[in-house]
């Protein structure tokens, strides 16, 4: 896989964190995704789950199918074995967003801190290709990036106890989706109808690690 | 199998939901296992009325659940002790009992541990979603309608053959979990234990901490002396995967142990609690005395061989 670079960290006696680089990164996060994939192919016995991160895979195991040390080397196997780094093609979904107004409370706000205008906002938001890095929160919240430099901003100084299922929020350098209504800290200037969790669907999160994801504002609202 | 209308639900009480062990296999999809947060009770109740261990069971938060029986059926509550009554009579807990059309099983509030579980012969019939029958509040998916339970719900069961045969079972004393603060639990280091000073972690494994109560399924909140961060260390970190019994420490030093609610998470994590002590985790309740004993990674895996071996000897002997 390249750059092999593995850090080990214990999370209890039945998962191990795997590091694969310090930093959000796509370089370090399709490290994670590749290493994801190969031990998904290599069915370690007693392997029960992943969670990947941005820079990390969490892998989930029976430490009496297997002993965390043990575990250790066959990942690290894996891992340095020779062959194919390719990633399946990456999805494209476009994003409908109703930005501003009651859809995104905190436009104006945004606008105001950034000192440039909604509709540069806007502009910046829906130019750039984001990359999911992960899904994680809530189920089928995809975390986004990297959110162009003039968007970056920090998280509400007090979070929301609910904000509402399809808001599209902004928060550093990173931009997410709501999928169900929950607390939440970000900066949300918009909406979308996407529905992005579906337990009865065959593949249940819209949107996968390594998809790419473009908004789309809807002009007919705009305000 | 087919659901046979079993349990009305006469007063939901605090919290009541329907739970197996977990769903897990999903947490790439931000997915959280959820479950019933004392496995250990599940499983024994489960093997009392002679089900799967993950069969579906009632988790009862607190006290308050009443229910009436819509059929003759057996059962077993097994967990935190909530008073259990049945008519007028006290419940024998942790052994499996015939109830009769038309009795109801009540749940007067703690007189140890926070969660009682109903396991019914058969299993509580639910759809299986994303392979688990436990609720995902969050989502709100899974278990009865992805809800807590509420007045006037009607309970299935799948229809177990021979259900009356199963009536009078129970366990040995010592395989009942004494469930009381103060508790001690054990802990591995790590996975970011380095990333907190050499007074933060001493504090750590030395403070007695209470449970606060804003504690809910998806964590226990502490209270006690702040656990220090080494210098110039920041808040958060990079998000990652998270599992149940992680330790989290925000910028507030104040300890989270992680439950069943949570797939990812940004703060750093000071330990993990043992898997043999996890089922403890459910049953401690706000205003208790939580300290922390770190082990090795061995003596964690010998508790959870022990603790797996009593299950296998008590799965035999109940066959």
């Known amino acids: ?223 | 199998m087919a659901g046979v209308n079993t349990f009305e639900v006469l007063s939901p009480g605090i919290m009541s939901t329907v739970q197996d062990l977990g769903r897990f296999g999903c947490a790439r999809y931000g997915v959280a296992p959820s479950g019933a947060l004392d496995g250990y009770a599940v499983r024994v109740g489960n093997l009392l009325v002679g089900n799967d261990e993950n069969a579906a069971v009632v988790e009862i938060t607190l006290m308050g659940l009443r229910v009436t029986a819509l059929r003759d059926v057996v059962v077993a509550v097994t967990g935190g002790d909530l008073q259990p009554r049945k008519g007028g009579e006290r419940l024998t807990m942790w052994r499996s009992h015939l109830v009769r059309e038309g009795e109801t099983i009540t749940f007067a509030g703690p007189s140890s541990g926070l969660r009682s579980y109903i396991a019914v012969a058969g299993g509580i019939h639910v759809p299986s979603v994303m392979g688990s029958r436990s609720t995902n509040l969050a989502s709100g998916f899974g278990g009865f309608e992805g809800r807590v339970l509420r007045k006037g719900d009607v309970l299935a069961a799948d229809s177990a053959a021979d259900g009356v045969r199963l009536a009078g079972k129970s366990i040995e004393p010592e395989v009942v979990p004494v469930y009381a603060s103060p508790w001690r639990l054990r802990v591995v280091w790590g996975p970011q234990d380095d990333h907190f000073s050499e007074e933060g972690r001493q504090c750590f494994v030395t403070a007695a901490f209470t449970v606060s109560p804003d504690s809910d399924r998806t964590g226990i909140r502490l209270k006690g002396p702040t656990v220090a961060r080494q210098p110039g260390v920041e808040e958060s970190i990079i998000s990652e995967g998270i599992v149940s019994g992680a330790i989290q420490v925000p910028g507030d030093g104040q300890p989270i142990i992680i439950l069943g609610e949570t797939a990812s998470g940004g703060y750093r994590k000071i330990a993990t609690v043992i898997s043999a002590d996890l089922p403890r985790l459910g049953q401690i309740t706000p205003g208790d005395t939580v300290s922390f004993e770190a082990v090795s990674m061995d003596t964690a895996v010998q508790a959870l061989r022990e603790m797996e071996s009593k299950l296998d000897q008590l799965r035999r002997r109940l066959k």
Not at chain 1, 6 to 11: D, E, H, Q, T, Y
Not at chain 1, 29 to 41: T, W
Not at chain 1, 137 to 150: I, N, R, V
């Open chain 1, 1 to 223: 896989m390249g750059d092999d670079r593995l850090g080990f960290r214990a999370m209890g006696d039945r998962s191990l964190l795997v590091e694969l680089g310090e930093t959000i990164s796509p370089e370090v996060n399709c490290r994670v995704q590749q290493l994801m994939l190969r031990l998904q192919q290599a069915r370690l016995p007693g392997v029960r789950e992943f969670a990947p991160g941005y820079r990390s895979l969490l892998v989930v195991f029976d430490p009496l199918a297997i002993s965390p040390a043990v575990l250790k080397t066959r990942i690290t196997e894996v891992a340095v074995q020779p062959g194919s780094s390719g990633l399946p093609q990456a999805k494209l979904i476009t994003v409908p967003v109703f930005y501003g107004g009651n859809y995104g409370p905190d436009l104006e706000w945004v606008s105001g801190h950034l000192g440039i205008s909604t509709a540069e906002v806007i502009r910046f938001h829906t130019e750039t290709v984001y990359r999911v890095y992960m899904i994680g929160f809530t189920p089928g919240y995809p975390y986004m990036g990297e959110l162009p430099e003039a968007l970056a901003i920090p998280r509400r100084s007090t979070p929301r106890t609910r904000v509402p299922k399809g808001s599209v929020g902004i928060a550093q350098r990173q931009t997410g989706i709501y999928p169900v209504a929950s607390p939440g800290g970000w900066q949300i200037i918009g909406w979308t109808p996407i529905e992005l969790f579906d337990p009865d669907r065959q593949l249940p999160s819209l949107l996968e690690m390594g998809d790419q994801v473009k908004f789309d504002a809807v002009r007919q609202v705009e305000i």
